[in-house]
């Protein structure tokens, strides 16, 4: 048993209509993977976005920060530890919950899970996090 894990990473996107947008990436979290995957929602979503990320260090690093203005988005940030303000913590919670007590041996089997399991996410009701 060599000790290394396969892992999957996902960043993910909800609109005000509860529209959702979730990437996945074997990739370690920074600056480059996060500025990819905002150009991707915005590809997605439209070229004028107003995005509201938390303070993850990827986030809130300059050269991020420089594309976002380059690309036209706007970037606002919640407070710090204020993970109950972040709609997308309702979703990770579903896919959390889903994956209680089971056993996935590959990442093979992981992604088996995710291709039914994100489908299925409820999304967040935005409009009772502004409030």
Not at 49 to 70: C, E, G
Request: hydrophobic letters at 40%; aromatic letters at 10%.
């Amino acid at each position: 048993v060599s000790g290394v894990r396969d892992k999957m990473n996902m960043l993910g996107a909800v609109t005000d209509d509860g529209e959702r947008f979730i990437a996945l990436t074997p990739n370690q979290f920074n600056a480059e993977v996060a500025k990819h995957f905002l150009r991707a929602v915005q590809h997605e979503f439209g070229e004028r976005l107003v995005i509201i990320l938390d303070n993850a260090s990827y986030f809130i690093a300059k050269t991020l920060k420089k594309q976002a203005a380059a690309d036209g988005l706007l970037l606002e940030y919640l407070p710090s530890h204020s993970p109950e303000l972040n709609p997308l913590e309702s979703c990770w919670r579903q896919l959390r919950d889903g994956r209680a007590n089971r056993l996935f041996l590959t990442l093979d089997d992981v992604n088996e899970y995710l291709s039914t399991a994100l489908p299925a996410l409820n999304s967040p009701q935005i409009y009772e996090y502004l409030c």
